[in-house]
């Protein structure tokens, strides 16, 4: 696989990867500072005779960014699911999607592409997740949660059952949502309220 991306999250994403077993071709960063990371020569350029044939991943944290990038290439993405998250055989992900280490993700929820499942994160059942979404580490989404595309939800934040998140929203770290979310806002604390409308 070739990973586009060297920094913080590209380390964990890369060696979830090799923990299940894959093998790394290459990595592909805009920094022409980078020219090595985890042992791997950094390329500044999508085109390399290496690079024919092989899955890509776009290992960048932001969603933003991340959906730039993979509107951009023209390549064939994978998947990267950590042998130590704990997912029902029911579920479904899109490409260019990732599940780290201690996720937890149960019957009948469906992952969009190009996702962050982070570290230890809960997804019970039913749940949609869209597109360009972030999981944060230890977050929790209770059953029939619905997640909007390019929707950020925090580090130990909690959805209540039956809640719908919008596109594009930011859900501040440790926050309990009991309400949905309309599209484009910041909301924080339990319980969680708007605080800001981001710009769509």
Sequence with gaps: ???????GHAKVVIEAWIQAGGNVTGLVDDNPMITSFLGHQVFHTVSHPSFEGKQWMV?????????????LLEVTFGMVLHPLAIISPSFKIGEGSVVLAGAIINSTTHVGKHCIINTGATIDHDCLIGDYAHIAPNATLCGGVIVGNETLIGAGSTIIPEIKIGNGC?????SVVIRNVPDYCSVVGNPAKIIKHLHG
Excluded at 1 to 7: D, I, L, Q, R
Excluded at 170 to 174: M, N, Q
């Design 1 to 7: 696989m070739v990973f586009y991306g060297a920094s």
């Design 170 to 174: 930011i859900i501040g770290a440790g």
């Design 59 to 71: 290992s960048i944290g932001s969603n933003t960014v991340r959906k730039r990038i993979a509107e």
